[in-house]
């Protein structure tokens, strides 16, 4: 079993900043790509920032200059820092992590974080 953990959601006003966090433990042999999503109410969960195993990223458009995804592989961490925060970017942010298990696993398993609730105030 692997379990992520986020941290650091919490209320900001517009043009404030939030780091998120996302620590992953339990039976991890390699983490592969990692990436940060989010989900409003009535709405599908949208792609925020991605990072390969090598750290080259990806951005959804309405993010693009304002965050940025970051891995801590040493200590099975990723990080999404906020800054120029908008009303807009209110959504429940949740983290996602592909693992192997094991040295004989032959794909990546698909995980999970509970999500953290960011809310901008305008």
């Known amino acids: 079993q692997v379990q992520l953990v986020e941290s650091g959601g919490g209320v900001v006003q517009a043009g404030g900043s939030l780091r998120l966090s996302c620590a992953a433990s339990?039976?991890?042999?390699?983490?592969?790509?990692m990436a940060w999503w989010r989900q409003t109410p009535g709405k599908q969960r949208e792609l925020v920032a991605h990072?390969?195993?090598?750290?080259?990223?990806h951005y959804a458009d309405p993010v693009k200059g304002r965050f940025t995804i970051s891995r801590d592989d040493a200590k099975k961490t990723q990080f999404l820092q906020m800054n120029s925060l908008k009303p807009e970017d209110t959504a429940v942010y949740y983290c996602?992590?592909?693992?192997?298990?094991?040295?004989?696993?032959?794909?990546?398993?698909?995980?999970w974080g509970r999500g953290t609730q960011v809310t901008v105030s305008s």
């Open positions: 339990g039976s991890i042999f390699k983490l592969g790509n």
């Open positions: 990072i390969t195993d090598v750290g080259a990223t």
């Open positions: 996602y992590v592909r693992v192997k298990r094991s040295s004989e696993d032959i794909t990546y398993s698909d995980s």
